[in-house]
């Protein structure tokens, strides 16, 4: 394999390693809000709580997938491995 071609693929590798870190961050972070809003709500969880948190997640899911391209990286990312080469 050519060496540059090795070096863009460790790098992509690396970016959709960290990408998927900060997306279980960002789980995370959610389910410790969902656990908060339920203790605090007590047993029921009105569907208004609900509707803001899947509206949340939706938003949060399009701004993310707008920032990619169609190889799962940034403008910027692209760039940088054009520039590698």
Avoid: C, W, Y
Wanted: charged share 35%; hydrophobic share 40%.
């Amino acid at each position: 394999i050519d060496p540059m071609k090795a070096l863009e693929n460790r790098v992509l590798d690396s970016q959709r390693e960290m990408a998927d870190l900060d997306n279980l961050e960002e789980i995370k972070a959610m389910n410790k809000r969902h656990v908060q809003m339920l203790s605090a709500a007590g047993e029921g969880f009105d569907a208004d709580a609900k509707a803001v948190m899947a509206a949340r997640q939706a938003r949060e899911k399009a701004q993310q997938d707008d920032n990619l391209n169609e190889h799962g990286i940034t403008e910027e990312e692209e760039q940088l491995i054009k520039n590698i080469k």
